[in-house]
Nanobody
């Protein structure tokens, strides 16, 4: 089971990046109903929730990215995306995609969870925003 994140890089403040996370492995043969999440971790900081998209396409965002980031998914490619616009230096972090083994209700899926509650994590992709 793998979640392969990519798309990070170095960008100036105000710029944009699009992250991708592709799911592989037998557990993700049921990709379409699964909630897919993005988290991030800045140096010396705990990992924090960024966004989630449920199997039904419903989304939820952390307040600090609302209006700037958009999460989407392509079930045919088993891929989830994070479009990041108007980037700020404080967005600098390693970005991870994550998923749980459990497929729950939409309301359950929208709630950010403890990092230990996620069964599957990608390796992360570095995003650096210069001022």
């Amino acid at each position: 089971v793998q979640l392969q994140a990519c798309g990070g890089g170095l960008v100036q403040a105000g710029g944009s990046l699009r992250l991708s996370c592709r799911a592989t492995g037998s557990i993700f043969s049921t990709f379409s109903p699964r909630d897919m999440n993005w988290y991030r971790q800045a140096p010396g900081q705990p990992r924090e929730f960024v966004a989630v998209i449920t199997g039904s396409g419903t989304t939820n965002y952390a307040d600090f990215v609302k209006g700037r980031f958009t999460i989407s998914r392509d079930n045919s490619r088993k891929t989830v995306y994070l479009q990041m616009n108007s980037l700020k230096p404080e967005d600098t972090a390693v970005y991870y995609c994550a998923a749980t083994y459990t497929i729950g209700t939409v309301s359950w899926g929208l709630v950010p969870k403890d990092v230990d509650d996620y069964n599957y994590w990608g390796h992360g992709t570095q995003v650096t925003v210069s001022s």
